[in-house]
């Protein structure tokens, strides 16, 4: 079975620094792609950032990073240079290839503080 | 940039009433879902669709949810007898396509909060 587990319910960084959210799946599919999305309080699902299981480099986007470390089953977002516009919910997610659902995990509330 | 559009954002429904909720994707998407959130947990998977068929769905897509494509833009989710559980936001997304290595990316509407009373 898939399954997507996020350890930290809630996590606090101050503004300007760096903070990691943890992710770690499990599957037997050697090909799958895992996303992080974040959910401000309005509600809305705002995809940041893709890593495919067959990319050697961590996926970045703007201050967003994905430290993929495939041996271990972890992915990882980093947010660089927090803003106070980060605070969120924030879900990690897999999709199995040529599967279409999205497996999520439970999420992490970051909270940036001034 | 275009993006999901879902209506109504908010909508109150009687228990035992029937509900449909709608949903625009972007207009070159092929593949169309339907996901679940209750307050305060993950999102669920409901449904994928597909060239005007369901592809995959979950346990919790039961006899009571359809889905249907009715025109070339809208994609409707129907709950046929609403109950108390079914309270939740629902997400409508939508993707290119469905590739090996799952490279595409599920762009979701800003969801539609259903509460059943």
């Known amino acids: 079975a898939q399954k997507i587990t996020q350890t930290q319910p809630g996590m606090f960084v101050q503004e300007k620094e760096a903070v990691t959210l943890d992710c770690t799946y499990d599957?037997?599919?050697?090909?799958?792609?895992l996303f992080w999305y974040k959910q401000p309080s309005s509600g809305e699902m705002i995809f940041l950032i893709y890593q495919g299981s067959y990319d050697e480099q961590n996926a970045t986007e703007g201050r967003y990073s994905l430290n993929f470390q495939k041996a271990r089953k972890s992915a990882n977002l980093v947010i660089s240079a927090s803003q106070l516009g980060d605070s969120a919910m924030y879900f990690c997610?897999?999709?199995?290839?040529?599967?279409?659902?999205?497996?999520f995990g439970s999420g992490t509330k970051l909270n940036v503080k001034p | 940039e275009p993006e999901v559009t879902q209506t109504p954002s908010h909508q109150v429904t009687q228990m035992g009433q029937e509900v449909i909720l709608r949903c625009v994707p972007i207009s070159n998407h092929l593949y169309f879902y339907w996901y679940r959130q209750i307050l305060g947990q993950k999102v669920e998977f409901l449904v994928s669709?597909?060239?005007?068929?369901?592809?995959?769905k979950s346990e919790i897509f039961d006899d009571q949810f359809s889905v249907e494509r009715p025109d070339g833009s809208n994609f409707t989710l129907k709950i046929r007898s609403t109950k108390l559980e079914d309270s939740a936001m629902y997400f409508c997304a939508s993707s290119e396509f469905v590739g090996r290595g799952g490279d595409q990316p599920q762009h979701f509407g800003d969801g539609t909060r259903l509460s059943i009373l």
């Open positions: 997610a897999m999709r199995r290839s040529n599967f279409n659902k999205f497996y």
């Open positions: 599957t037997s599919d050697q090909s799958y792609g």
């Open positions: 669709f597909y060239n005007n068929e369901i592809s995959e």
